[in-house]
């Protein structure tokens, strides 16, 4: 036993080494929750996970894309909240002047703030940005799985799905342009056209089930003064600790807006040195913590309707798998049956499916969601959670299922690894793995989510609300 004291020692001496250097590398970047950039999410990654290795009999038969879109400009409601912003702070800087206090610890910046966005009269859309994103997204697919990517492309090989919300289609057709580059005949990058199809908004229960689901409207509006009463103190103690420091009367929503206009500075336009540095790290830490769990609440494991609604996206994940096992099992030739099923969508879209299959959770939260059990809150930082907005569902945010044939001998024949933004990841419903017998993934993680039927759960009078997560923090 001693001799392995000295390593525990050098391990610990470790750990703290490494959260010496986090505090002094905190980069708000990374704590954006959904605004978060793609480039600085993906590698952020639970660092004690060793994936497993897959025997190199095996090989990739079929793949299933989630997509979130990429990152976007702010939508039309952000765009006046900022306009608003301006005009209150140019009133927040006169009321200092006329009582004759010195403007000079005020950051220069406040004074005359326009929005960067202002005269902007649309929003919301892909940037370009965005584009880049997805369509680097579709090189690095391509290059990852080429035995996958290199049938002739033809719509019922590769189908391209996408909501009729724009931002994500333009995501699907950057992708497309990236995973076919070279391939086509069109222009200097030799690039190919491609089909993208989309259900109609009012009835995309695979990509937009949140949109026909009335039961999680009716439960998203009365959850709405909740989520602001577990906000407010804390907005509330920012709120005070900034007007100390600037002597500037902040009300709540003034912080909630500049939180608003730091997120969108650093992600958009790379710029941290002007809301963001109103904020210090630990407050940012509970902004931060503060969309994390409203993202919980409404969007993730706070209410089994959130994810449930999905399960129509969850079948059609299973039943692709299961056509490409049967094609394999005809012994049909590659080409001449889908190998990729890629879809572009939202966060509302990613996230319940990344509850669907149980990411994010411990062990035994796995077995509490089984047994239909609220889960506890996130914790308040410094606590550590596992919930973070910036690596569940970044701009550009995936999920890929890669379903893999294996050679006879082996105790199952199909596996399916999980790949969120490009890593393999944990499923605790598959004993912590990221690679799961396919069997095992259709009856432990999908099946007792499908028992559950779309149309019952979002239009049916139901009680909803005591399903909701435990109110206490
Ligand atoms: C079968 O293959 C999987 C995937 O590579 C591997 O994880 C597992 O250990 C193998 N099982 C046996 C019994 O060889
Ligand atoms: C801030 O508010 C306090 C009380 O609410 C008031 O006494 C003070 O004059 C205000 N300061 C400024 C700069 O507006
Ligand atoms: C963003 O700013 C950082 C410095 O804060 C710089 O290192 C990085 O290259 C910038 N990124 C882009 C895309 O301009
Ligand atoms: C499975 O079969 C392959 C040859 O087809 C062989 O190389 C391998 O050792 C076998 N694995 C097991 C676990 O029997």
């Given at each position: 036993m001693s001799f392995q004291k000295p390593s525990l020692l050098i391990f610990l001496f470790f750990i703290v080494k490494i959260n010496s250097n986090a505090e002094e590398n905190f980069d708000v970047r990374q704590h954006l929750c959904t605004v978060t950039r793609y480039h600085v999410a993906k590698d952020i990654s639970e660092n004690s996970f060793v994936p497993s290795n897959i025997n190199d009999q095996c090989t990739p038969i079929h793949l299933n894309l989630v997509a979130r879109h990429g990152t976007r400009a702010p939508t039309k409601k952000k765009l006046k909240q900022l306009e608003a912003l301006s005009t209150r702070l140019q009133f927040l800087?006169?009321?200092?002047?006329?009582?004759?206090?010195?403007?000079?610890?005020?950051?220069?910046?406040?004074?005359?703030?326009?929005?960067?966005?202002?005269?902007?009269?649309?929003?919301?859309?892909?940037?370009?940005?965005?584009?880049?994103e997805m369509y680097e997204l579709g090189i690095r697919i391509r290059e990852k799985f080429p035995e996958l990517f290199k049938e002739e492309y033809h719509p019922d090989i590769y189908p391209i799905k996408t909501t009729q919300i724009s931002r994500a289609s333009a995501s699907a057709v950057a992708f497309g342009m990236g995973l076919f580059s070279g391939r086509g005949n069109l222009g200097l990058g030799r690039h190919r056209a491609f089909a993208v199809t989309s259900e109609s908004r009012a009835s995309d229960i695979m990509l937009r089930f949140h949109d026909c689901c009335q039961n999680y409207k009716a439960f998203r509006k009365s959850q709405e003064p909740f989520v602001d009463k577990?906000?407010?103190?804390?907005?509330?103690?920012?709120?005070q600790e900034l007007a100390k420091?600037?002597?500037?009367?902040?009300?709540?929503?003034?912080?909630?807006?500049?939180w608003f206009l730091c997120k969108?500075?650093?992600s958009l336009l790379n710029t941290t040195d002007r809301a963001c540095?109103?904020?210090?790290?630990?407050?940012?830490?509970?902004?931060?913590?503060?969309?994390?769990?409203?993202?919980?609440?409404?969007?993730?494991?706070?209410?089994?309707?959130?994810?449930?609604?999905?399960?129509?996206l969850l079948e059609d994940v299973?039943?692709?798998?299961?056509?490409?096992?049967?094609?394999?099992?005809?012994?049909?030739?590659?080409?001449?049956?889908?190998?990729?099923?890629?879809?572009?969508?939202?966060?509302?879209?990613?996230?319940?499916?990344?509850?669907?299959?149980?990411?994010?959770?411990?062990?035994?939260?796995?077995?509490?969601i089984l047994r239909e059990h609220p889960l506890q809150l996130p914790p308040k930082p410094p606590q550590k959670r596992i919930w973070h907005g910036s690596t569940v569902a970044p701009f550009a945010g995936n999920n890929m299922l890669v379903l893999y044939s294996c050679p006879?001998?082996?105790?199952?024949?199909?596996?399916?690894?999980?790949?969120?933004n490009e890593h393999p990841i944990r499923l605790p419903g598959c004993e912590n793995s990221d690679v799961c017998p396919f069997e095992v993934f259709k009856e432990r993680i999908?099946?007792?989510h499908l028992k559950h039927d779309y149309t019952a759960l979002c239009n049916m009078e139901s009680d909803q609300t005591e399903q909701t997560a435990s109110v206490t923090v």
């Open positions: 800087l006169q009321n200092v002047e006329e009582e004759k206090k010195s403007l000079h610890n005020i950051p220069a910046w406040l004074s005359g703030w326009k929005s960067p966005w202002k005269g902007k009269h649309k929003g919301g859309e892909l940037i370009s940005e965005g584009e880049a577990l906000n407010k103190p804390l907005l509330n103690e920012i709120a420091r600037w002597s500037l009367n902040f009300t709540t929503q003034d912080i909630s807006s500049l969108q500075e650093a540095a109103l904020f210090s790290p630990s407050q940012v830490d509970l902004l931060e913590w503060a969309d994390d769990l409203e993202l919980f609440i409404l969007k993730g494991y706070g209410n089994s309707l959130n994810y449930r609604m999905g399960v129509p299973i039943q692709s798998m299961e056509k490409a096992i049967n094609a394999r099992e005809e012994g049909l030739v590659p080409g001449s049956y889908e190998m990729a099923r890629l879809r572009f969508a939202h966060a509302e879209t990613l996230l319940p499916f990344s509850c669907l299959i149980g990411l994010f959770l411990d062990g035994s939260e796995f077995e509490l006879d001998n082996n105790s199952s024949k199909y596996f399916v690894q999980v790949l969120h999908a099946a007792p």
